[in-house]
């Protein structure tokens, strides 16, 4: 069992930026990918950005590219999502899990956090 809480959401204006963090307790951090998702009302669960467990290969949605930077600190069992550069369009209810399968879908992970909201007004 992992267990996963995120925390640094709260309110913020078009162009601030924002740090989540993902704190994980149980199985051995390192050995998993993991990833932030979102998701807004009435939408579906969005990908992110993932890091890979080996190499720390990262991953970004296209919505974030250039403006969100996902880090992990495995001595630390913790994830990190920088967001600089926000929109509206960002506010969401953000999630980060670990997995060990494909790194860009909802499929590829088994442990979920209870999601931190992200709101941004314009």
């Known amino acids: 069992q992992v267990q996963l809480v995120e925390s640094g959401g709260g309110l913020a204006q078009a162009g601030d930026s924002l740090r989540l963090s993902c704190a994980a307790s149980?199985?051995?951090?390192?050995?998993?990918?993991m990833g932030w998702f979102r998701q807004a009302p009435g939408k579906e669960r969005e990908f992110v950005a993932g890091?890979?467990?080996?190499?720390?290969?990262?991953y970004y949605g296209d919505s974030v590219k250039g403006r969100f930077t996902i880090s992990r600190d495995n001595a630390k069992n913790t994830m990190y999502l920088q967001m600089n550069s926000l929109k509206p369009v960002d506010t969401a209810v953000y999630y980060c899990?670990?997995?060990?399968?494909?790194?860009?879908?909802?499929?590829?992970?088994?442990?979920w956090g209870q999601g931190t909201q992200v709101t941004v007004s314009s």
């Open positions: 890091i890979t467990r080996l190499s720390g290969r990262t």
């Open positions: 149980g199985r051995a951090f390192s050995r998993y990918n």
């Open positions: 899990a670990v997995g060990d399968r494909n790194i860009a879908t909802t499929g590829g992970y088994d442990y």
